[in-house]
């Protein structure tokens, strides 16, 4: 039994460095997606900086409009965005709520976040490390 116990350790410890750090990852990445969220919830410019990298990120969102038509809608400068969202005079009841409905990380590098904010929207995110930092690179969202 003794020798089982030694055998498995062995097999198992090279493994520990590896879960280690996809905790870490998980961690990262959660923080990047509630500075989003949190970030709009308060209109704090700072959060949604954090978050994003404005300057290469996009989104994009498939709109509705009142005859019920769909239409794609694309938003390539981040920046103007973030601008938007933090100077929202009005913004989010504190309490909303939002959670990671899944999440991928690939090779350490990149991750996809399949995201519900409050009940009105899901968004797809990605994002990257860059400088060993979690940031979104992508958002797409569609109404629930």
């Not at 997606?33 to 949190?38: G, I, L, M, T």
């Amino acid at each position: 039994m003794l020798r089982f116990i030694a055998a498995l350790f062995l097999f198992l410890a090279p493994a520990a460095p590896a879960l280690a750090q996809h905790h870490s990852d998980e961690e990262g990445i959660r923080a990047a997606v509630f500075d989003y969220f949190n970030g709009q919830t308060v209109s704090s410019a700072e959060q949604l900086n954090r978050a994003f990298v404005a300057d290469n990120a996009t989104m994009v969102g498939l709109m509705r409009a009142q005859d019920g038509t769909e239409s794609l809608r694309t938003w390539r400068d981040m920046n103007e965005v973030i601008t938007n969202w933090s100077a929202n005079p009005n913004p989010a009841a504190p309490g909303r709520d939002g959670e990671i409905l899944d999440m991928q990380v690939v090779d350490g590098r990149i991750a996809t976040v399949i995201f519900r904010s409050t009940t009105m929207f899901y968004d797809a995110l990605t994002l990257m490390k860059i400088d060993g930092q979690w940031r979104i690179v992508a958002k797409a969202f569609i109404r629930q």
